[in-house]
């Protein structure tokens, strides 16, 4: 067997078995359980997901079905883990053979990052999201988010307030965009529909000879959601000039060409399958999404520390400070961003 040394959350294997028709090939996880602590709920997410996403392929005809979905295997007993003595749960994966996934994105990468994505959600657009199960509740509840963000603030309890008065100032302005998407769900505007929540490029296998985008992979944090938070949070991990934690926010901004770039792979996917109000809404997505995650660091950085690991001193205040120099960048650029799309959509009809 060979290990992957990719992904950072879950331990991944290939295993190499020799067949009457050659080398076949298996990819073997062991489940993160720290991080997913409800297994059996996440993988009949994933095998929903999945079964879906094939049914689908192999009635349009695809040739390619066996490298364009995963398919989770499950042992003698009907079950897709083996938890072994240890209490480990290990599960196995077809193999998406000829593959290849990148850590650094450049345009053409991007969008066939967006392609993927965009044709994910449109696979799985006749799929009843409430199917699934919500594994991580309130994940994208910005609401929540900020109202975890005031009481960190109130409680005070390592005396950090007084220094974060002016983040804490804006992102309290900006209060009314964290109950956007929520408020035009209950009007009936907006559709929970299957959003992956870890779309990023690393996520996805390209073709190795073409470069073509095949599987959308990792799905452990498949679950109903808003299109403009997977759209967003893409956007935002991608097309952001510096690094998540860069200490000089004068060279944090969101590139244009990048979100272009995955906006011209996304849209064409999905324009004819999400509501206008949906699309509108997705440059709102890139700013909420920002927002939500400068109000994560934020609260962490209030409440000393306990949830994300910090590697230098002030680790979250300087990546809440980060997040927060991109979103007034994005502010700056939701028109651009908006016209932008809306070209895409042209094209396309
Ligand atoms: N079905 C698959 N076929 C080929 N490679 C895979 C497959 N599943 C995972 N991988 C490889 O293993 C890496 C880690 O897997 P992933 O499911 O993304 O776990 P993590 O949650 O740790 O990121 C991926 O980035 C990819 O390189
Ligand atoms: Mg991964």
Request: net charge negative; charged share 30%; aromatic share 10%.
């Amino acid at each position: 067997y060979d290990i992957i040394k990719a992904g950072n959350i879950n331990d991944t294997y290939v295993i190499n078995t020799r067949a009457e028709d050659g080398i076949k090939q298996y990819i073997v996880q062991r489940v993160n359980t720290t991080v997913f602590k409800n297994p059996n709920q996440i993988v009949s997410n994933a095998e929903l997901v999945t079964s879906h996403i094939e049914k689908k392929l192999k009635e349009k005809g695809d040739p390619d079905v066996k490298r364009k979905v995963m398919h989770i295997y499950k042992n003698k007993d009907g079950n897709s883990f083996y938890i072994s003595e240890n209490g480990d749960n290990w599960r196995v994966l077809s193999f998406v053979f000829n593959s290849v996934n990148y850590n650094q994105v450049n345009n053409i990468i991007l969008k066939s990052t967006g392609e993927a994505f965009g044709s994910f959600q449109r696979l799985l657009s006749d799929f009843p999201a409430e199917m699934l199960y919500t594994t991580i509740p309130d994940f994208h509840n910005t609401e929540k988010r900020f109202e975890a963000l005031y009481m960190a603030a109130e409680k005070d309890s390592c005396g950090r307030k007084q220094e974060v008065q002016n983040e804490l100032e804006y992102l309290k302005s900006k209060e009314g965009y964290a109950s956007k998407f929520r408020k035009l769900h209950d009007n009936n505007e907006m559709p929970l529909r299957v959003t992956h929540n870890d779309t990023k490029c690393n996520n996805v296998m390209f073709d190795k000879d073409t470069g073509a985008p095949l599987a959308v992979i990792d799905l452990d944090t498949v679950m109903p959601g808003f299109v403009a938070h997977d759209f967003g949070d893409a956007v935002r991990f991608a097309a952001n000039t510096a690094e998540e934690d860069e200490e000089d926010i004068t060279k944090v901004s969101l590139d244009l060409n990048m979100y272009e770039s995955f906006a011209c792979g996304f849209i064409p996917q999905v324009s004819d399958m999400i509501s206008k109000t949906e699309l509108d809404n997705l440059p709102d997505g890139v700013l909420i999404i920002t927002l939500e995650l400068a109000s994560r660091f934020l609260t962490d950085y209030l409440n000393g520390d306990v949830y994300f690991k910090c590697k230098k001193p002030k680790h979250n205040l300087i990546r809440a400070r980060c997040q927060i120099a991109l979103a007034k960048d994005i502010e700056k650029k939701l028109s651009e961003m908006q016209s932008r799309l809306d070209s895409f959509v042209t094209i396309v009809k």
